[in-house]
């Protein structure tokens, strides 16, 4: 039986926001990653979705970023290397010790917005990041966009890796995500995302100029806080059963 892990971005509330809707998403994901505090989130947020995340089963991942919450971690920052790196030791190991704390174990870590991006055109960040998580933990995976360098750079650190395709984002390139500030860049509608689902177990993925590319992923992201989230999160699991793919 084919199978596929269904991620989610969690633990995360932007200022205008009272409340996120991570308990409602839950039952149909099989990972999340948990935002870390530095973009996003606090301790007692971070430690009730991990609580929420054991009571589903759901694997549980760090979400680290650059230090600000000003632009939700999705610009890119220059900052000093040393700086960077004990910026986002503290973030994984906070989670880490919480996870640890709740008797489970942190399963992966998934670098979170510019941080992410800035990892697949850059080579020696992408190299700094991989290398500190295996300093932290070598058990742990990398979550990473499906045909990025850091896939390479993970295989030559012994790292595992996990690759990524976004259930609602539209692709500029077989390996970057169309920019944010760009129309047609975040996918809502239903039907758009449950083709872009289709397209993944496919095998390809569709670009923004509708160009098909081959891709293979192995973990689908569905952003919380994409407009509908909740919905799409069912209609996504619901899709998948209904073609008999584990979500695992």
């Known amino acids: 039986m084919q199978k596929i892990d269904l991620n989610c971005d969690m633990g995360e509330l932007k200022p205008s926001q009272k409340r996120n809707f ?29 609580e929420s995340a054991i009571k589903h089963q759901v694997k549980i991942g760090a979400h680290p970023s650059y230090n600000d919450r000003e632009n939700f971690g999705r610009v890119s920052m220059k900052v000093e290397s040393s700086r960077l790196m004990s910026e986002l030791k503290y973030q ?24 992410y991006n800035d990892m697949v055109a850059n080579q020696y960040l992408a190299v700094e990041v991989v290398q500190l998580i295996k300093s932290i933990d070598p058990k742990l995976k990398i979550v990473t966009l499906a ?19 976004f259930a609602d984002r539209r692709y500029q390139k077989i390996n970057q995500l169309r920019s944010r500030t760009l129309e047609g860049a975040v996918l809502e509608k239903p039907e758009e995302v449950l083709q872009q689902v289709e397209n993944f177990i496919q095998g390809n ?3 923004h ?3 098909f590319c081959p891709i293979k992923v192995q973990s689908i992201c569905l952003h919380s806080d994409t407009k509908g989230a909740v919905k799409l999160s069912e209609i996504i699991h619901d899709f998948l059963k209904e073609k008999n793919i584990r979500i695992a």
Request: net charge negative.
């Open 92 to 115: 994984i190991c906070a989670v880490k010790g919480m996870v640890e704390s709740l008797g489970q174990k942190l399963n992966h870590v998934k670098p979170h917005g510019a941080l």
């Open 209 to 211: 100029n509708l160009e």
């Open 147 to 165: 045909h990025s360098q850091v896939i390479d750079i993970c295989i030559e650190n012994k790292m595992q890796f996990v690759q990524e395709g």
């Open 205 to 207: 993925v569709q670009l």
């Open 22 to 50: 991570d308990e409602e998403i839950m039952p149909y994901i099989s990972s999340c990653n948990i935002a870390c505090g530095f973009h996003s989130g606090n301790p007692f947020l971070i430690e009730k979705t991990i």
